[in-house]
């Protein structure tokens, strides 16, 4: 089969495009034919070295939709021929064959296309762990959500709009600020042109947001702990512009006595029921036309460098997409 594949750790343009041998899958496993692959911040760690889950000689990718080919022994609940989607933390998916475990893939259903399926795994879950299990998010809350045009934000916008909540969106430009407008935030701020925590502050009054969701990391943090509001919520889930190391822990006191939590997807898909439901609830919402992934960018196996060089330099909108 062909793949994308990482040969040392290094520059994305050192990734080159192979025939390898076509997994077999073990016990518990199924064979997945992969016919959209999605592109993850995390992935270009994974390249570069500096978030390292396998060692060279490796293929990239986490996720992917595709059809499955063939079960390995034990496995049941699934067909050959059926659609899947699936997240699995060790890499694999940038190839036209990945054999996953089995409880990690959910089925497909009907009027969503593989695209969609794709964009709704690790950015939907992420969005969905978020707003349910990181905070409880309910109507007339304010939210400020970083990144809002990015793979998680532009889900995280559209979830939070269609639960009631008073979105403050950031976002780096004017396109990624049409986008934002588009899905319903109702203060769009571009933080090239004005302060994000001073917009912040004058949209509520003084008061900051109920919960801050958090993905730029290094660069925003200590604002982010400082727009909360008393007794909110501050939720950094990613390190887009480094990651956080010591933190100041004053100032949750100095906010307003806050709640900071530090979440990763993992222990939000622990068992396969954790995928299935809420899995369940991201389709649902896109069937229902609440829910509508953007879709930023499409490539083939030779495109991932250039998809790795867009999502890991700010310039993606929505999820980017690897076809193989």
């Given at each position: 089969m062909r793949a994308a594949l990482v040969t040392e750790y290094g520059p994305f343009e050192s990734i080159r495009v192979a025939e390898?041998?076509?997994?077999a899958p073990?016990?518990?496993?199924?064979l997945v034919r992969v016919n959209a692959a999605g592109v993850n911040f995390a992935d270009g760690g994974?390249?570069?070295?500096t978030a390292r889950r396998s060692a060279p000689p490796f293929i990239p990718g986490v996720e992917a939709a595709g059809t499955v080919e063939r079960l390995g022994e034990g496995v049941q609940g699934l067909t050959p021929g059926q659609r899947v989607v699936y997240w699995n933390p060790l890499p694999s998916a940038f190839a036209e064959y990945a054999a996953?475990?089995?409880?990690?893939?959910?089925?497909?259903p009907d009027g969503v296309t593989d695209e969609v399926a794709v964009a709704?795994?690790?950015?939907?879950?992420t969005a969905h762990y978020l707003v349910t299990s990181s905070f409880n998010l309910q109507a007339g809350h304010t939210v400020l959500v970083h990144a809002a045009a990015g793979g998680v934000g532009h889900l995280l916008v559209q979830i939070a709009v269609a639960k009631g909540a008073r979105v403050v969106a950031s976002v780096g430009g004017e396109g990624k600020a049409r986008l934002a407008r588009?899905?319903?935030a109702q203060v769009v701020v571009d933080r090239t042109e004005r302060d994000v925590f001073e917009a912040l502050k004058e949209a509520t009054g003084g008061e900051g947001a109920d919960v801050v969701y958090d993905a730029v990391g290094a660069a925003t943090i200590e604002q982010s702990l400082l727009a909360t509001k008393r007794r909110g919520t501050c939720v950094l889930f990613g390190g887009a512009s480094g990651l956080v190391g010591m933190l100041d822990t004053s100032l949750m006191q100095r906010a307003g006595s806050i709640f900071f939590t530090r979440p990763g997807l993992g222990d939000y898909?622990?068992?396969?029921?954790?995928y299935q439901t809420r899995m369940a609830d991201l389709f649902a919402w896109h069937l229902a036309g609440t829910l509508k992934p953007h879709l930023g960018g499409t490539w083939g196996l030779e495109g991932v460098p250039e998809a790795l060089t867009q999502i890991t330099g700010g310039q993606s909108l929505g999820k980017l997409i690897i076809r193989p």
């Open positions: 390898v041998e076509t997994p073990a016990a518990g496993e199924i994974m390249v570069l070295g996953v475990p089995a409880w990690r893939a959910v089925a497909i709704l795994m690790v950015q939907g879950t588009s899905l319903g898909l622990r068992d396969a029921e954790e």
